[in-house]
Every structure is written in structure tokens, then in C-alpha cells.
């Protein structure tokens, strides 16, 4: 078990709080079950193992004071409003987090709108309006790399100066490493994994698998001409490298299935934008205009150009054998059921 693992993602903790998760979104108020919660504070793009040691860490500090614990986050991401014209690969959208932190025992997430009135917010003002006035807490955890305020000011040292000047605890978390990797758990290594297929080391360094939940549209059908038919999803700004996937998806109705999938161009064929396509196994049904959400378990090989429809056909038969074994082998845990 790593740090942060301490919470079975397959299971309710042993210690979870009794009351339900509470989300607070945007402006609203803090409900009053929430009232002197300790917050862990960051992006959690992922929510990683090293996000998890803090959640830990949290959860630990709330139950000795006897307080809620809980979770506040930031939308859009900083980088987004500071860099619009970039794109920005996410590994966790706000649905996933909300699915994410509600299995993960906390009483509550809270989020608050990054826009330019608190990017002109300055430490101090971080400090003694938001979490102690507007959100009343009694506490905070964050990170060892944590800043905050206007032009990043903020520091893990200057946030536990202003919180011992606010009356808040405030505890911060040493970075999370794991074995046969020098660089602390991040989210941008996870990326970098997922960018260049690397399946197994991007859960390894998230602690589950990693899923995408998007709409199931119209394609053009061929998949039914080639004996596969595929639920097609365009997933925007995704950093994933094209290639063939064994995955599990959960429907609309809340059932599992396996199934194989490609993400790419489709080169064999038209050369168009990225587009997840999945191939469910043993599922016959309409998902057209329903969300779907998709885990990777396993990267099989990347994307090819076939010299013929029979070619390509024989690759997919391969491809979705190689699927059931590597889903039937997989023992990393799942976030979707």
C-alpha cells in the first residue's frame, strides 16, 4: 500500500463520515453540516495518489477535532483562465472529480470559481476572507508545491503564517513517490504517460484507472460493416496517443462491459479528427445522445494504416482477444463500478 492509499477505492472507508457528501458549488454558502471542516486545498487534476496522501492527511486532522473534512478545489483549472488560447489536457473533468471524491470518505467538496476577482486576491486576503470569513473553516491541508494568491505569492510557509494569524490549523504534506519512480506523483507525469501509451504506469501513479465520460454520437456506421460496431465519442483536448485500448465502460443504466476501443484518425479509412471509438462486448443497444463513461486498462498497440477492410478485420479480431485476457488479468482498482 502507498501513501494515500489508506482508502480502498473499492470500498466505503471504515471511517467515513455518516453524513452525506455534500458538494457546494460555486457561491453558494456553507451548509451548516459542513461549519469548521478542514479542507484539503489544491486542482486535484486526477486526484493521484499524491492527492490522496492529502486527503488522508485530511480526513486524519478532521476526525481527531472532530470536525468535517473536506475538499476545496478550484473551476475552471488556473492554467485555463491564465492561458486560454492553450489546450489543456485533463485528466479529470468536474463530473469525474465529484464521482472520484464522493468514494474517498469526506463529508464534502467545495468548489469556487477561478475568475479574475480571485486571481487578484492576495495571500493574505486567501486567507482571512475565504477560508476563515466566507467558508468558515477551523483548518487546512495542502501540498509540499501549494501556492496561492496574486502572482502565486503564497507559499506553504506564508499560508501557515496567515492561517496561525487567522486561528486555522494548517498542515502540509510532504510530496508521494512510488517504487521504481524517482519524481514525485504529479499530474503532469500521468500526461505524459497517457500521451505516450503508457496505460500501466498512468494508473500505477493515478492508484485506479483512469476513465473519460463523454456523449455517444452519430458516426458513419462502418463499424457495423466490419463486424465491430462502436459507441464513437469525441473527447475534447485529450492528450491520449492514438492507438487500440482494452477498456471497461459503464452505460447509462449503470451496467459494466468490456469492450476494446480506438482512439485516433482512423487512418485505414479518412484521416479525421480524434475520436474515441468503442467496441462493447456482448451489448447490442441504442447509446446515441447518452454519456458514456470509458476506463483504460490496458494500451495493445497504436494506430496503423491497413491495406485492406479483410487486413483490418483480422487485427480487430486479435486486438479484442488480447482485450478479454488483459481485462480478465487487470487487478488495478476501478473508479466507475
Known sequence: MFPGDETDLRKPAADAPRRPFAIVREDEAMPAPLAG???????????????????????????????PAVVLTFEPHPRAYFRPDEPMFRLSDRVAKERVFAQLGLSGLVVRRFDGDLARTSAAEFVHNLLARDLALSGVVIGHDFHFGRGR???PAVLARLCAEAGLACRVIDAVTIPDESEPVSSSAIR?????????????????RWFLTAEVRHGDKRGRTLGYPTANMAVAECGLAHGIYAVRARLPDGTLRDGVA????????????PLLEVNLFDFSGDLYGRDLTVELVAF??????F?????????????????RALIAADTVPSMIG
Open 37 to 67: 471542516a478542514v479542507a484539503a486545498i489544491g486542482n486535484f487534476d486526477g486526484i493521484h495518489r499524491g492527492h490522496r496522501a492529502l486527503i488522508a492527511a485530511v480526513r486524519e486532522t478532521a476526525a481527531k477535532a472532530g470536525r
Open 153 to 155: 505569492e503564497g507559499t
Open 192 to 208: 505524459s504517460a497517457l500521451g505516450q501509451g503508457d496505460v500501466g504506469r498512468a494508473n500505477a501513479l493515478l492508484g485506479y
Open 262 to 273: 480506438s482512439y485516433g484518425r482512423r487512418p485505414t479509412f479518412d484521416d479525421g479528427a
Open 300 to 305: 495493445i498497440r497504436g494506430e496503423e494504416r
Open 307 to 323: 491495406a485492406s477492410a479483410e487486413a483490418l478485420i483480422a487485427r480487430m479480431d486479435i486486438d479484442a482477444a488480447e482485450a
